[in-house]
């Protein structure tokens, strides 16, 4: 098979009443699917496969999450997410066998890792190369960011503030102003 598309996530609204959810992409296996329900007030719980719900269609271009516990009420919102392991299970070995549809498989897995760690890190904070180089405007060391909240100001992009606890424990605020590193 092949990986056609790039989706790998779709929602649908609770109604208290449905209790079949199409899943337009391919699944490998049962345990790579997710799904969760997030509610009105904006908390979300990850259901159990088995206990809350049953998926068909493994291996296939699509298939269906079919609940098995409290339905989905109106106005929650169900999650259906495709997630792999990042890890490479075929061995391929010097005398063993070739067989293609194996390598396609673990391709196929591959894709998906990939389209998986892509959407996590089109969803963090970044800069264009043209408005950020390190010769121009370097961070401080990892260590001054660890366990630290970065703020910039949306008026005047080339400012942040970065909030971080001291040797001390103590939190304290720094202001960073027009491209001068910390």
């Known amino acids: 098979m092949t990986v056609t598309n790039t989706t790998r996530r779709i929602t649908y609204p609770g109604d208290g009443a449905a209790s079949s959810f199409a899943v337009p992409f391919r699944i490998v296996l049962d345990a790579h699917v997710t799904v969760a329900v ?14 809350d719900y049953t998926y068909t269609g493994a ?46 498989d673990e391709l196929d897995l591959l894709m998906m890792a ?19 180089t390190l010769a121009t405007r370097p961070l401080a060391s990892a ?17 942040r503030q970065t909030c971080h606890k001291d040797l001390n424990g103590v939190f304290e605020w720094q202001t960073d102003s027009e491209g001068s590193p910390f």
Do not use: C
Request: aromatic share 6%; glycine share 6%; charged share 15%.
């Open 38 to 51: 997030l509610d009105a007030a904006g908390v979300t719980t990850v259901k159990a496969l088995t206990t």
């Open 59 to 104: 291996g296939l271009n699509s298939g269906t999450v079919n609940w098995v516990s409290v339905l989905p009420a109106t106005g929650e919102t169900v999650i259906i997410e495709r997630i792999v392991p990042l890890t490479q299970l075929l061995d391929l070995i010097n005398t063993g066998a070739y067989l293609p549809k194996n390598t396609e």
């Open 114 to 132: 990939i389209q998986q760690v892509d959407e996590a890190v089109s969803a963090a904070a970044a800069t264009t190369l043209t408005e950020f």
């Open 143 to 159: 260590a001054f960011y660890s366990k630290s909240i970065m703020v910039f100001d949306a008026g005047s992009p080339s400012k």
